[in-house]
């Protein structure tokens, strides 16, 4: 089976979360989708990096969550969404990448 790459999970996780708790309309629910996928991360983050990345990645993870509520109000939700997914999954990668 194919490992999938920590920057995968994380930005899949970021939207797979809004994704659920949007068209299930339980946000809870969305949160469980966004902890198991930063938890599966951050454990990828650590066996590829070091503790230390993944303790700075996992802050990111959560701080791109965080920061997406109050850019949804500019830029709207679905994009708001896409913009700190890819950030994210752009610092895990160049973290991730260098630790190779």
């Given at each position: 089976m194919a490992k999938l790459p920590a920057a995968a999970v994380a930005a899949s996780g970021l939207v797979g979360g809004y994704a659920v708790a949007r068209w299930t309309k339980k946000r809870p629910l969305g949160g469980v989708a966004l902890a198991a996928a930063g938890t599966v991360a951050a454990y990828q983050w650590n066996r590829q990096a070091g503790p230390c990345a993944a303790v700075g990645?996992?802050?990111?993870?959560?701080a791109a969550f965080a920061g997406s509520h109050p850019l949804a109000k500019k830029v709207g939700a679905w994009p708001a969404v896409f913009t700190v997914a890819g950030s994210v999954a752009a610092a895990s990668w160049a973290v991730t990448r260098r630790a190779a």
């Open positions: 990645l996992t802050t990111a993870y959560v």
